[in-house]
């Protein structure tokens, strides 16, 4: 009688597509980057408009070196984007070999993709429904956020006037997951900020003899820190990953199946939504799943967290 009461109510619809949870069904996997503008990777962080009328901030971030910029934008439009990239980032810092983002209309655009396209730069993009295969903008959007809640109310108020210089006190700091200063991996230099000067702090600029001295000296320099970064990032990745997959129940769905989708809706306003949405069955056909899907499954029923590829029709 107790197993028969427990299997139905784990088998119960209803108690499945409000109470059951996502858990993690895919090892943690990593972009990566071989060195600076290898991969740059951009997002858009919206905001309350300031009095300017600056809503939006279009971030864009070097994935090997972590340098990072932040662009104030009053939309989100494709010629935004598109403008922004060019005379505000590609001028100053070259072009990327590839540029990754989500599957934002602005950033899929066809304008968008024609320039990337005319420049020689590779567009890549994130699943659906899958934030953390853009991370490092991610990541760098929570820090951006914790850096403007500091400001004054009054402040606040004019917050687009703020982001240059709360982006240099990031590029400017060690990185956790480099062991070096954004700005040191990009520039071969550490950054000269006000406080040495107030300090009289003086940074390594022993004389050169000549351009080419200096030149010699830099990419050796260069080619050791890159080194060490890489080793260091490395090594924070496998630990990241070892702890992540240490909760993953890898389960594969296979032709017939029956998956439940998650009901992305299901937040805010829809607190008393279900988390799954109503039964599909796997084509025998187009059955293509990858790793990145996260579901549960209990017997022959199985709950799909986020299909993140559009090769897996349901």
């Known amino acids: 009688m107790r197993a028969e009461v427990e299997s139905n109510c784990h088998s119960c619809l209803r108690c499945i ?38 809503g939006n901030i279009l971030i864009v971030t070097d994935h090997f070196t972590r340098y990072a910029q ?18 505000k980032f590609f001028v100053h810092y070259g072009l990327p070999r590839r540029v990754h983002s989500d599957q934002g209309r602005d950033f899929e655009s066809r ?17 659906p429904y899958h934030p953390q295969g853009d991370a490092q903008p991610e990541r760098f959007n929570r820090t951006l956020l914790n850096m403007l809640g500091t400001l004054s109310n009054v402040e606040k108020q004019s917050w687009s006037r703020h982001i240059a210089t709360l982006v240099h ?3 400017s700091t060690e990185s956790d997951a480099t062991g070096y200063s954004p700005y040191r991996l990009m520039f071969g230099r550490e950054a000269r900020l006000p406080v040495d000067l107030a300090f009289g702090l003086s940074l390594d600029q022993t004389s050169v003899a000549s351009h080419r001295n200096y030149v010699d000296r830099l990419r050796k320099n260069l080619a050791s820190a890159f080194e060490q970064a890489r080793l260091t ?3 924070r990745e496998q630990r990241n990953k070892r702890n992540y997959d240490l909760k993953v129940r890898i389960q594969d769905l296979q032709p017939g199946d029956r998956v439940l989708l998650k009901n992305l809706g299901a937040a805010a306003r829809h607190k008393l939504a279900d988390r799954w949405s109503s039964q599909f069955t796997l084509s025998a056909n187009n059955c293509r799943v990858y790793q990145c899907i996260r579901f549960a499954r209990m017997e022959r029923l199985g709950l799909l967290r986020t299909g993140t590829e559009t090769t897996c029709y349901l």
Not at 70 to 87: C, G, H, I, N, Y
Not at 111 to 127: A, F, N
């Open 70 to 87: 932040a662009f104030s934008t009053k939309d989100q439009r494709a010629p935004t984007v598109a403008k922004v990239l060019m005379e």
């Open 111 to 127: 304008l968008v993709g024609q320039l990337l396209e005319l420049l020689g730069i590779q567009k890549t993009r994130t699943t």
């Open 233 to 235: 990032s490395g090594n």
């Open 17 to 54: 597509q409000r109470k059951t949870l996502p858990t993690r069904t895919a090892p943690m996997s990593h972009l990566q980057s071989q060195g600076p503008m290898d991969l740059v990777c951009i997002d858009f962080l919206c905001l309350e408009p300031d009095a300017s009328g600056q």
């Open 169 to 171: 006190a990031y590029n």
